[in-house]
Protein backbone atom coordinates (compact mmCIF):
# COMPACT_ATOMS: atom_id res chain seq x y z
CA UNK A 1 0.00 0.00 0.00
CA UNK A 2 0.98 3.88 0.37
CA UNK A 3 3.47 5.11 2.28
CA UNK A 4 2.95 8.36 4.01
CA UNK A 5 6.13 9.35 6.11
CA UNK A 6 5.94 13.23 7.99
CA UNK A 7 8.53 15.51 9.33
CA UNK A 8 10.00 16.15 11.73
CA UNK A 9 8.00 13.89 14.26
CA UNK A 10 8.91 16.56 16.91
CA UNK A 11 9.10 19.97 16.72
CA UNK A 12 9.09 22.63 20.10
CA UNK A 13 8.54 26.23 18.67
CA UNK A 14 9.00 29.42 20.49
CA UNK A 15 5.20 31.35 20.60
CA UNK A 16 6.18 33.70 17.48
CA UNK A 17 8.19 31.54 15.67
CA UNK A 18 7.11 30.23 12.03
CA UNK A 19 7.44 26.51 11.09
CA UNK A 20 6.89 24.04 8.11
CA UNK A 21 5.57 20.44 8.51
CA UNK A 22 6.34 17.94 5.76
CA UNK A 23 4.16 15.19 3.81
CA UNK A 24 5.84 12.49 1.83
CA UNK A 25 3.73 9.75 0.24
CA UNK A 26 4.87 7.01 -2.02
CA UNK A 27 2.25 7.14 -4.73
CA UNK A 28 -0.24 9.21 -6.71
CA UNK A 29 -3.12 10.26 -4.76
CA UNK A 30 -6.73 11.52 -5.31
CA UNK A 31 -7.45 13.00 -1.87
CA UNK A 32 -4.92 14.63 0.84
CA UNK A 33 -6.17 15.88 4.33
CA UNK A 34 -4.15 17.86 7.13
CA UNK A 35 -5.60 17.13 10.28
CA UNK A 36 -4.60 18.65 13.65
CA UNK A 37 -5.34 16.34 16.64
CA UNK A 38 -5.47 18.78 19.54
CA UNK A 39 -4.71 17.85 23.44
CA UNK A 40 -8.25 16.32 24.27
CA UNK A 41 -7.76 14.09 21.08
CA UNK A 42 -10.26 15.67 18.73
CA UNK A 43 -9.57 15.52 15.30
CA UNK A 44 -9.60 19.04 13.44
CA UNK A 45 -9.96 19.39 9.57
CA UNK A 46 -7.42 21.68 8.39
CA UNK A 47 -7.09 21.42 4.58
CA UNK A 48 -8.28 19.20 1.97
CA UNK A 49 -5.72 19.90 -0.71
CA UNK A 50 -4.84 17.16 -3.35
CA UNK A 51 -2.67 20.18 -5.27
CA UNK A 52 -2.22 23.48 -5.43
CA UNK A 53 -1.75 25.78 -2.16
CA UNK A 54 -4.55 27.23 0.00
CA UNK A 55 -4.29 29.20 3.40
CA UNK A 56 -6.77 29.76 6.07
CA UNK A 57 -5.29 32.51 8.78
CA UNK A 58 -1.97 31.73 9.41
CA UNK A 59 -1.82 28.25 8.28
CA UNK A 60 -1.34 27.53 4.50
CA UNK A 61 -0.43 24.28 2.58
CA UNK A 62 0.87 23.55 -0.62
CA UNK A 63 0.80 20.50 -2.15
CA UNK A 64 2.88 19.22 -5.41
CA UNK A 65 0.90 16.26 -6.43
CA UNK A 66 3.71 15.33 -9.50
CA UNK A 67 7.00 15.19 -6.74
CA UNK A 68 4.72 13.76 -3.79
CA UNK A 69 4.76 16.02 -1.43
CA UNK A 70 2.74 18.62 0.85
CA UNK A 71 3.95 20.94 3.20
CA UNK A 72 1.93 23.01 5.78
CA UNK A 73 3.06 25.78 7.05
CA UNK A 74 2.32 27.97 10.27
CA UNK A 75 3.00 31.53 11.10
CA UNK A 76 2.88 33.40 14.08
CA UNK A 77 2.66 30.29 16.08
CA UNK A 78 0.40 30.02 19.90
CA UNK A 79 0.25 27.95 22.32
CA UNK A 80 -2.89 26.65 21.13
CA UNK A 81 -1.23 25.31 17.77
CA UNK A 82 0.43 22.63 20.06
CA UNK A 83 -0.79 19.00 19.81
CA UNK A 84 0.42 16.54 16.52
CA UNK A 85 -0.31 17.10 12.92
CA UNK A 86 -1.26 14.51 10.20
CA UNK A 87 -1.25 14.49 6.83
CA UNK A 88 -3.43 11.49 5.26
CA UNK A 89 -3.69 10.38 1.68
CA UNK A 90 -6.13 8.31 -0.12
CA UNK A 91 -5.89 6.56 -3.69
CA UNK A 92 -9.24 5.72 -4.72
CA UNK A 93 -11.80 7.94 -5.03
CA UNK A 94 -14.37 5.09 -4.80
CA UNK A 95 -14.08 4.12 -1.20
CA UNK A 96 -11.68 7.36 0.11
CA UNK A 97 -9.92 5.04 2.76
CA UNK A 98 -7.50 7.13 4.13
CA UNK A 99 -4.07 6.02 5.15
CA UNK A 100 -1.82 8.38 7.85
CA UNK A 101 1.50 9.42 8.13
CA UNK A 102 2.78 8.43 11.74
CA UNK A 103 2.09 12.86 12.55
CA UNK A 104 4.63 16.01 13.91
CA UNK A 105 3.80 16.56 17.46
CA UNK A 106 4.11 20.34 18.14
CA UNK A 107 4.86 22.06 21.25
CA UNK A 108 4.57 25.96 21.14
CA UNK A 109 5.83 27.63 24.25
CA UNK A 110 4.79 30.41 25.81
CA UNK B 1 -19.41 19.96 13.12
CA UNK B 2 -20.20 17.29 10.73
CA UNK B 3 -23.06 15.73 12.96
CA UNK B 4 -21.22 12.91 14.08
CA UNK B 5 -21.38 11.12 17.80
CA UNK B 6 -19.77 8.01 18.83
CA UNK B 7 -21.16 5.79 22.04
CA UNK B 8 -19.64 5.04 24.69
CA UNK B 9 -17.00 7.79 25.07
CA UNK B 10 -14.90 5.40 27.30
CA UNK B 11 -14.76 2.17 28.01
CA UNK B 12 -12.97 -0.53 30.42
CA UNK B 13 -13.57 -3.98 29.97
CA UNK B 14 -12.07 -7.78 30.60
CA UNK B 15 -10.51 -9.64 28.24
CA UNK B 16 -12.65 -12.23 26.34
CA UNK B 17 -16.22 -9.96 26.55
CA UNK B 18 -18.13 -8.58 23.85
CA UNK B 19 -17.51 -5.18 23.55
CA UNK B 20 -19.90 -3.04 20.98
CA UNK B 21 -18.86 0.97 19.82
CA UNK B 22 -21.80 3.16 18.38
CA UNK B 23 -21.25 5.79 15.59
CA UNK B 24 -24.13 8.33 14.87
CA UNK B 25 -24.32 10.62 12.00
CA UNK B 26 -27.14 12.94 11.70
CA UNK B 27 -26.73 13.88 7.90
CA UNK B 28 -27.39 10.91 6.03
CA UNK B 29 -23.53 10.62 4.48
CA UNK B 30 -23.38 7.76 2.55
CA UNK B 31 -19.83 6.74 3.81
CA UNK B 32 -18.75 5.91 7.30
CA UNK B 33 -15.66 4.30 8.67
CA UNK B 34 -14.03 3.25 11.58
CA UNK B 35 -10.34 4.01 12.54
CA UNK B 36 -8.14 2.87 15.42
CA UNK B 37 -5.53 5.25 17.47
CA UNK B 38 -2.92 3.52 19.10
CA UNK B 39 -0.12 5.74 20.68
CA UNK B 40 2.92 6.91 18.49
CA UNK B 41 0.87 6.13 15.49
CA UNK B 42 -1.04 7.74 13.15
CA UNK B 43 -5.01 6.02 12.78
CA UNK B 44 -5.30 2.91 10.76
CA UNK B 45 -8.80 1.99 8.68
CA UNK B 46 -10.61 -1.03 10.26
CA UNK B 47 -13.54 -0.64 8.23
CA UNK B 48 -15.47 0.90 6.28
CA UNK B 49 -19.10 1.00 4.98
CA UNK B 50 -20.49 2.65 1.02
CA UNK B 51 -24.29 2.04 2.37
CA UNK B 52 -26.76 0.23 4.13
CA UNK B 53 -25.09 -3.22 4.57
CA UNK B 54 -22.65 -2.94 2.68
CA UNK B 55 -19.46 -2.78 4.11
CA UNK B 56 -15.61 -4.13 3.59
CA UNK B 57 -12.58 -4.56 5.53
CA UNK B 58 -9.30 -2.38 6.19
CA UNK B 59 -5.85 -2.14 7.17
CA UNK B 60 -6.73 -4.40 10.52
CA UNK B 61 -9.84 -5.79 10.48
CA UNK B 62 -9.10 -9.25 12.25
CA UNK B 63 -10.97 -9.20 15.95
CA UNK B 64 -13.56 -6.82 14.33
CA UNK B 65 -16.70 -6.72 12.68
CA UNK B 66 -19.30 -4.11 11.48
CA UNK B 67 -22.83 -3.63 11.08
CA UNK B 68 -25.00 -0.67 9.20
CA UNK B 69 -28.66 -1.70 9.42
CA UNK B 70 -29.77 2.06 9.02
CA UNK B 71 -27.59 5.15 7.05
CA UNK B 72 -27.47 6.97 10.34
CA UNK B 73 -25.70 3.90 12.48
CA UNK B 74 -22.39 2.44 12.18
CA UNK B 75 -21.11 -0.40 14.38
CA UNK B 76 -17.95 -1.57 15.62
CA UNK B 77 -18.43 -4.98 17.32
CA UNK B 78 -15.00 -6.84 19.24
CA UNK B 79 -16.45 -10.33 19.83
CA UNK B 80 -14.53 -11.12 22.50
CA UNK B 81 -12.12 -8.25 23.57
CA UNK B 82 -7.71 -8.50 23.85
CA UNK B 83 -5.50 -6.42 25.61
CA UNK B 84 -4.28 -5.76 22.07
CA UNK B 85 -7.22 -3.82 21.10
CA UNK B 86 -6.82 -1.41 23.77
CA UNK B 87 -6.87 2.04 21.34
CA UNK B 88 -8.57 4.66 20.98
CA UNK B 89 -11.50 4.24 18.51
CA UNK B 90 -12.78 7.16 15.82
CA UNK B 91 -15.82 7.02 13.35
CA UNK B 92 -15.35 9.28 10.43
CA UNK B 93 -17.66 10.31 7.69
CA UNK B 94 -17.31 10.79 3.69
CA UNK B 95 -20.53 12.22 1.95
CA UNK B 96 -18.61 12.30 -1.42
CA UNK B 97 -20.81 14.81 -3.33
CA UNK B 98 -20.01 18.79 -2.39
CA UNK B 99 -16.83 18.09 -0.39
CA UNK B 100 -14.75 15.42 -0.54
CA UNK B 101 -12.86 15.60 3.47
CA UNK B 102 -13.47 12.95 6.04
CA UNK B 103 -15.00 14.27 9.40
CA UNK B 104 -14.31 12.43 12.22
CA UNK B 105 -15.80 11.69 15.52
CA UNK B 106 -14.59 12.46 18.97
CA UNK B 107 -13.30 8.93 19.66
CA UNK B 108 -13.99 6.51 21.77
CA UNK B 109 -11.08 5.39 24.25
CA UNK B 110 -11.36 1.89 24.84
CA UNK B 111 -9.28 0.27 27.66
CA UNK B 112 -8.85 -4.00 27.66
CA UNK B 113 -7.92 -5.81 30.86
Known amino acids: GIQVEQSPPDLILQEGANSTLRCNFS?????LQWFHQNPWGQLINLFYIPSGTKQNGRLSATTVATERYSLLYISSSQTTDSGVYFC????????????FGGGTRLMVKP | DAGITQSPRHKVTETGTPVTLRCHQTENHRYMYWYRQDPGHGLRLIHYSYGVKDTDKGEVSDGYSVSRSKTEDFLLTLESATSSQTSVYFCAIFSGNSYNEQFFGPGTRLTVL
Open chain 1, 27 to 31: DSVNN
Open chain 1, 88 to 99: AVDMNNAGNMLT
